[in-house]
């Protein structure tokens, strides 16, 4: 399994629009996302992605993420946000987190110590801390940093043709 780490910062005239402006420029704008927990099963390759790597799916799936997000209004503050993430280099399992904060050296020390802590919890070394961290910085309109591990996407089973012959687990509402 290979998880693609990729990253956009964005700009629009609300948090909101930023936000869905860093999500393109992160090429998973067109995906529902599910977020998980922080943890990397064996046997994972962790790729940073050179330039956005959209992932496979079509309008609307489902993409298993990790992702860290910072979006802000007010005029010259700075957006961060990143992902950083342990492995053994055998069994190739791990650990991820995400942080969000003002600064770079801010997300990049909460990065380390949580990785570190994490490493502690379970009474374990994994291996040494790996990170991705993205900025920008407000200048007039709301921005954002984000950055996204990509497990997999998947479809709706509901809205594949051999599923709309089953019944839906919905029941119609009571008027």
Known sequence: ???IINSGTGVGPTELSAFDNALVNAGVANFNLIYLSSVLPPGCDVVVSDRSVVPKGGWGDKLYVVMAQK???QRNQEVWAG???????????????????????????????????????????????????????????PVCALVVAVFES??????????NTKKSRFLPRAR
């Open 71 to 73: 979006r802000a209004s």
């Open 1 to 3: 399994m290979q998880i």
């Open 154 to 163: 998947s479809e709706w089973e509901n809205l594949r043709p051999e599923a």
């Open 83 to 141: 992902i950083g993430w342990v492995q053994d280099p055998e069994t190739k399992k791990g650990l991820f987190v995400e942080h969000e904060g003002h600064s770079e050296a801010e997300v990049r020390a909460d990065i380390k110590n949580s990785l570190e802590a994490l490493q502690a919890n379970r009474g374990t070394t994994i291996g040494p801390v790996n990170m991705h961290v993205v900025g920008k910085k407000c200048v007039a309109l």
